[in-house]
């Protein structure tokens, strides 16, 4: 059983960056690849990023490429995204989330997921 809590959204203007963090409770956090996903208004689920329990796979998708950058630290049972250059269409609620799968290629893979971070990027 892992229970995330998300924290650092908030409100930015474009171009601008911020951090997400998300802290995991669970004995076994170290074996589960964690991920985050983004849903905007009126819009589906997507992934975003995605870490290998080890950290040597890392997934992101194509419109995120460049611009952020996932990383997790297994001692403290943390992973965070820095998102960086911003823009409009960033705009979403993004969820943090654990799968026991590597690659979890969709978000039915993960199991577990947090509470939601707002991000609004203002134009």
């Known amino acids: 059983q892992v229970q995330l809590v998300e924290s650092g959204g908030g409100l930015v203007q474009t171009g601008g960056s911020l951090r997400l963090s998300c802290a995991a409770s669970?004995?076994?956090?170290?074996?589960?690849?964690m991920g985050w996903s983004r849903q905007a208004p009126g819009k589906g689920c997507d992934r975003v990023a995605a870490?290998?329990?080890?950290?040597?796979?890392?997934y992101y998708g194509e419109s995120v490429k460049g611009r952020f950058t996932i990383s997790r630290d297994n001692a403290v049972n943390t992973v965070t995204l820095q998102m960086n250059s911003l823009k409009p269409e960033d705009t979403a609620v993004y969820y943090c989330?654990?799968?026991?799968?590597?690659?979890?290629?969709?978000?039915?893979?993960?199991?577990?997921w947090g509470q939601g971070a707002q991000v609004t990027v203002s134009s």
């Open positions: 989330a654990a799968s026991r799968f590597w690659p979890a290629t969709t978000v039915r893979s993960y199991g577990y």
């Open positions: 669970g004995r076994t956090f170290s074996t589960y690849t």
């Open positions: 870490s290998h329990w080890s950290s040597s796979s890392i």
